[in-house]
């Protein structure tokens, strides 16, 4: 239980400052739904494509439910760990019998609670309020938000390590998430991008996210690809947490 206390507490610390922090709240739980609402009035006048059942609310809208979450959740991660970076309160944290793994564990439980409400909240107004379909369960779509949502806390957590004051954690959107939208498959099919693109956009976690979730919408029950890219996509969260980690230095008191 001792081992555990630490990483509780540092778990529940964050989720009090969130808590205490109403706009950050509503930008977490809030923005991705009016977001969805904004697209869903965008395209209902847009006819579907020739043969299709799907309107392109439909085909858009369940690619921004991955991509939603992902965005918001990687700017408030960033934000919020570099403001504990420039305050001291991670320096002074450090300084204690505070295992990193505790550490950055309770800071990544905390925002992935956040994140899987958000995801939830904007799964529950896209299907059931706005009439978005798929072929698969809503189930799963959510599953696979909460998980890409994890996935930008975890990226944020390691951004803010390379950021000196909010304004440059900011500044990391266009560099680690612009190219992730442009080559998720969202604008072009990734097997239509250039061979160089398509190579990067492999290598590329919102990539895998947005495959899994075209997957749900196509397919009734859960495919051998769905699964394979949420694995992917953990693994990268996994390897952005245990990158976060080694750039935590503990300093002597």
């Not at 930008?27 to 309107?55: E, K, R």
């Not at 706005?130 to 890409?148: C, R, Y």
Request: proline share 6%; aromatic share 8%; net charge positive.
């Amino acid at each position: 239980m001792s081992t555990v206390r630490p990483y509780l507490a540092t778990t529940g610390r964050i989720l009090r400052q969130l808590r205490n922090d109403r706009r950050t709240v509503a930008m977490i739980l809030v923005v991705p739904a009016l977001l969805m609402t904004l697209l869903y009035f965008i395209y209902q006048d847009t006819p579907n494509a020739p043969g299709s059942p799907l309107t392109m609310f439909d085909r858009v809208g369940i690619t921004m439910l991955g991509i939603l979450p992902f965005i918001v959740m990687f700017l408030i991660t960033a934000i919020a760990m570099q403001r504990e970076r420039a305050s001291g309160t991670l320096e002074r944290l450090l300084t204690t019998p505070l295992r990193k793994i505790d550490l950055l564990a309770g800071y990544g439980s905390a925002f992935s609670l956040a994140a899987a409400a958000q995801a939830a909240l904007a799964c529950v107004v896209a299907f059931w309020l706005l009439g978005l379909t798929a072929a698969g369960s809503p189930g799963w779509v959510m599953l696979i938000a909460m998980v890409d949502a994890v996935c930008g806390v975890g990226l944020g957590l390691l951004a803010s390590a390379f950021a000196r004051t909010e304004f440059q954690a900011v500044q990391f959107i266009p560099v680690v998430v612009a190219p992730q939208i442009f080559l998720c498959g969202l604008l072009v099919p990734r097997d239509q991008l250039p061979g160089w693109l398509e190579a990067i956009s492999n290598v590329l976690p919102l990539s895998y996210a947005v495959d899994a979730l075209q997957q749900v919408s196509i397919h009734a029950e859960p495919t051998g690809l769905m699964w394979r890219d949420i694995a992917v996509v953990v693994g990268f969260a996994v390897v952005a947490l245990g990158l976060a980690a080694a750039t935590l230095r503990r300093r002597t008191p």
